[in-house]
């Protein structure tokens, strides 16, 4: 499986972004993706993750800003984020959970800067 992802880049704080991923290859027809963020030195984390039954899961800073979505016929997952603050920059890395496979997309840079 690959994951080719977009839409990251710099915004004013109380601004929007909307990344977007696409995987391709032998997609497990029961899939978990996702959105991670990673800072320098420090663990990936998750941000967001969605099934492919629609079942999403939010990290407690993403609650009521940002909005997980999916189109499965595409197998692609979205990231719509709303509000930002610099507290949001950082690399986001779309992952995908698949039997039999995990795959992590190429980072993203995110950076919320006035």
């Known amino acids: 499986v690959q994951l080719q992802a977009s839409g990251g880049g710099l915004v004013q704080p109380g601004g929007s972004l909307r990344l977007s991923c696409a995987a391709s290859g032998t997609i497990a027809s029961i899939n978990v993706m996702g959105w991670y963020r990673q800072a320098p030195g420090k663990q990936r984390e998750l941000v967001a993750s969605?099934?492919?039954?629609?079942?999403?899961n939010y990290a407690d800073s993403a609650e009521g800003r940002f909005t997980i979505s999916r189109d499965n016929a595409k197998n692609a997952v979205f990231l719509q984020m709303n509000s930002l603050t610099p507290e949001d920059t950082d690399v986001y890395f779309c992952?995908?959970?698949?039997?039999?496979?995990?795959?992590w997309g190429r980072g993203t840079q995110v950076t919320v800067s006035s």
């Open positions: 969605i099934s492919t039954g629609g079942t999403t």
């Open positions: 992952k995908y959970s698949g039997y039999p496979y995990t795959t």
